[in-house]
């Protein structure tokens, strides 16, 4: 050990001894590689790839990449533009008109008749099944203390249910007992509530709410033995109820609310629709209109969509694919171009930045 400065330097046997090593650390350095036979490492002469872009090998590599992504985002377009979907905002339409100046108030009323009806055109035929979800724009979910106000040993078994502490403030009854599920996200459940009919002949449509849930949500996650208690018992109501005597590894509205969405505007499965609808036809839609977006400005959405290879409506993906794919076709064209109208001799020593010009030497 050598001590050089502040830094401590482990010098190997046989360094110590060495006459340039005294005690100044570049020059001990130096005599650790003088003392390693030459090797391609110090030479520098390790194996590298250095392969030479010739103007045929440039283009046909972005000719290949266009012909492998233009085919594929065009099938991705068309796989998008094959989905139906009928968006319908109803938030503000489903306010009386006497109300429409104090919405929260009408909203936190209890007593306030808040059916509402609304009709959706549908302009392409969908096929079943058509999925239902709502849409809330401008509500975080992602928020850090609300995305970990919940309990998931709770959740789990009932032998869990005191556990409660990092539920706070919504982990214990005015009685003192245990709210279960507790926490602000099973709280704020929301609790619209959609039927549908067809509007020719009045004939209802009936939505499947079975199996909108994640499968392992049900098996492990959600406990077969945990019974709602103490829920929504609390002064002020956050959200949707549920039913006491009904588990919740079955309580599927909740298991999707409960997995919380990344983003500000997010869709959630409201159910399943098992009929086709032909084009043209109109479908009521009787809602309550519970849930109270009002405070903060909040847009509620109806979804009605079917889904192709691709999954939902989403044009993104087809139209990223075209774009990298047309720009490397442009590129493969210009540089065809210019190799056949200005080619160049390859590794022509006069373009030499010292081979040019009249002061070089
Ligand atoms: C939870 O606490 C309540 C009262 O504080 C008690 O009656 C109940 O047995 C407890 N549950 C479990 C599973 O420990
Ligand atoms: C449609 O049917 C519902 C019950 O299914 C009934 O309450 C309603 O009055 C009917 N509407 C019309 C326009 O017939
Ligand atoms: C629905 O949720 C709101 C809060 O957003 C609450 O005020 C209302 O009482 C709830 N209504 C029902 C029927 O659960
Ligand atoms: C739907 O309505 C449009 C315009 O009103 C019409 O051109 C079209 O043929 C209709 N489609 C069906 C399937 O009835």
Same mark, same amino acid.
């Given at each position: 050990?050598?001590?050089?400065? =502040?830094?401590?330097? $482990?010098?190997?046997?046989?360094?110590?001894?060495?006459?340039?090593?005294?005690?100044?650390?570049?020059?001990?350095?130096?005599?650790?590689?003088?003392?390693?036979?030459?090797?391609?490492?110090? =030479?520098?002469?390790?194996?590298?790839?250095?392969?030479?872009?010739?103007?045929?090998?440039?283009?046909?590599?972005?000719?290949?990449?266009?012909?492998?992504?233009?085919? +594929?985002?065009?099938?991705?377009?068309?796989?998008?533009?094959?989905?139906?979907?009928?968006?319908?905002?109803?938030?503000t339409k489903?306010i009386p008109a006497a109300n429409i100046n104090?919405?929260?108030?009408?909203?936190?009323?209890?007593?306030?008749?808040?059916?509402?009806?609304?009709?959706?055109?549908?302009?392409?035929?969908?096929?079943?099944?058509?999925?239902?979800?709502?849409?809330?724009?401008?509500?975080?979910?992602?928020?850090?203390?609300?995305?970990?106000?919940?309990?998931?040993? =709770?959740?789990?078994?009932?032998?869990?249910?005191?556990?409660?502490?990092?539920?706070?403030?919504?982990?214990?009854?005015?009685?003192?007992?245990?709210?279960?599920?507790?926490?602000?996200?099973?709280?704020?459940?929301?609790?619209?509530?959609?039927?549908?009919?067809?509007?020719?002949?009045?004939?209802?449509?009936?939505?499947?709410?079975?199996? +909108?849930?994640?499968?392992?949500?049900?098996?492990?996650?959600? #406990?077969?033995?945990?019974?709602?208690?103490?829920?929504?018992?609390? #002064?002020?109501?956050?959200?949707?109820?549920?039913? $006491?005597?009904?588990?919740?590894?079955?309580?599927?509205?909740?298991?999707?609310?409960?997995?919380?969405?990344?983003?500000?505007?997010?869709?959630?499965?409201?159910?399943?629709?098992?009929?086709?609808?032909?084009?043209?036809?109109?479908?009521?839609?009787?809602? =309550?209109?519970?849930?109270?977006?009002?405070?903060?400005?909040?847009?509620?959405?109806?979804?009605?969509?079917?889904?192709?290879?691709?999954?939902?409506?989403?044009?993104?993906?087809?139209?990223?694919?075209?774009?990298?794919?047309?720009?490397?076709?442009?590129?493969?064209?210009?540089?065809?171009?210019?190799?056949?109208?200005?080619?160049?001799?390859?590794?022509?020593?006069?373009?030499?930045?010292?081979?040019?010009?009249?002061?070089?030497?």
């Amino acid at each position: 050990m050598e001590a050089v400065g =502040q830094a401590i330097l $482990v010098l190997p046997e046989g360094i110590q001894s060495d006459p340039n090593c005294s005690g100044y650390l570049p020059d001990c350095f130096i005599a650790v590689l003088q003392s390693k036979p030459d090797s391609k490492f110090t =030479q520098q002469e390790l194996p590298a790839c250095k392969p030479i872009l010739t103007p045929k090998w440039v283009v046909s590599a972005f000719m290949i990449i266009a012909i492998v992504f233009i085919p +594929i985002g065009i099938a991705c377009l068309l796989g998008s533009r094959d989905v139906v979907e009928v968006v319908e905002r109803y938030e503000t339409k489903c306010i009386p008109a006497a109300n429409i100046n104090n919405k929260v108030q009408y909203i936190q009323n209890s007593d306030a008749n808040k059916n509402c009806t609304i009709q959706m055109k549908i302009p392409k035929r969908m096929k079943k099944p058509i999925y239902v979800y709502y849409q809330l724009d401008n509500f975080y979910q992602n928020h850090r203390r609300y995305v970990k106000s919940r309990s998931d040993k =709770q959740l789990k078994s009932s032998k869990n249910e005191n556990d409660t502490s990092s539920c706070k403030p919504e982990n214990l009854a005015t009685g003192g007992g245990a709210i279960v599920p507790c926490g602000l996200i099973a709280w704020s459940l929301f609790n619209d509530t959609y039927s549908f009919s067809l509007q020719k002949n009045n004939q209802s449509l009936a939505v499947n709410k079975k199996g +909108i849930a994640w499968k392992s949500d049900k098996q492990k996650r959600f #406990g077969k033995d945990v019974y709602p208690k103490n829920f929504q018992g609390g #002064g002020l109501k956050g959200g949707g109820d549920l039913n $006491v005597s009904v588990p919740l590894s079955e309580q599927e509205d909740l298991m999707v609310w409960m997995r919380t969405a990344a983003l500000p505007t997010f869709r959630k499965l409201y159910g399943k629709i098992e009929v086709d609808l032909e084009a043209n036809e109109t479908i009521n839609v009787t809602l =309550q209109n519970n849930y109270n977006t009002y405070s903060f400005n909040g847009k509620k959405k109806l979804v009605l969509s079917t889904t192709s290879w691709i999954g939902g409506r989403n044009d993104f993906l087809g139209i990223a694919y075209l774009t990298v794919g047309m720009i490397c076709l442009a590129l493969a064209i210009g540089f065809t171009v210019v190799y056949f109208v200005k080619p160049r001799r390859l590794g022509d020593p006069t373009f030499l930045s010292w081979n040019r010009g009249p002061g070089s030497h």
